[in-house]
């Protein structure tokens, strides 16, 4: 769910620019014979992404390569690749946990965490509204849908309802190539990501 900016760095701690452009104000007036279009300069907001180097390393012995019972190449691979992840998914989930526009499910709907009680559940009339509010803001979307991040326990919680209008199975939207690691499916037009 980013846009992409080929570009081959100099240097660790290099930054890019994305530049986004800004949206024109909507064109209300009248044309005629006599009235014509006024140019109007175009306008761009400026995104600084400062590309950081970060990880972990494992030092080992040549004593305990040699006298451990287990391959303990594999072992340290293993353990810097799930810290790799685990690393991945904290700094992701900081930003996010970040975030200003973000909205909780419950009666009101708040954007608050401390609001949240343990009955406040992700339900699809709250998917619904976020879709409706999205759309009626002229967000736009990425691939036809918007993204929607969600905790792994409000994820089981929204899965485990049942009825007409609860979760329906991934495959009845997209291809099994279609669904990316970390994706749960499609409801109501947002791409639920754990």
């Known amino acids: 769910v980013a846009d992409v900016k080929p570009t081959r760095q100099s240097m660790p701690g290099s930054s890019v620019l994305f ?5 024109m ?11 014509d279009v006024d140019a109007i300069a ?3 907001a400026q995104v600084t992404v ?12 040549a004593k305990a390569r040699g006298t451990a019972y287990l391959e303990l190449d594999l072992v340290v691979v293993n353990l810097v690749g ?29 954007t608050a965490r ?21 759309r009626g803001a002229n967000v736009a979307t990425f691939n036809g849908h ?7 326990d409000a994820s089981y919680d929204f899965r485990d309802a049942t009825g007409t209008l609860a979760w329906t199975d991934p495959h009845a ?12 499916g499609m409801f109501g037009g947002v791409d639920f990501i754990e």
């Open 19 to 23: 530049y986004l452009p800004t949206e």
């Open 173 to 184: 939207y997209s291809a099994p190539d279609g669904i990316w690691n970390g994706s749960i």
């Open 25 to 35: 104000a909507a064109a209300t007036g009248t044309l005629n014979e006599s009235t």
């Open 82 to 110: 799930y810290n790799a992840g685990l690393s991945m998914d904290t700094i992701a989930a900081a930003v996010l946990a970040g975030g200003t526009n973000v909205r909780y499910p419950g009666a009101s709907g708040g």
């Open 50 to 61: 400062t590309l950081l180097e970060k990880g972990n390393v494992a030092k080992t012995t």
């Open 42 to 44: 175009l306008a761009d």
């Open 146 to 152: 918007y993204v929607g991040f969600v905790h792994p």
């Open 114 to 134: 401390n609001t949240i009680k343990p009955t406040d559940l992700l339900v699809a009339a709250g998917v619904r509204r976020a879709v409706a509010e999205l």
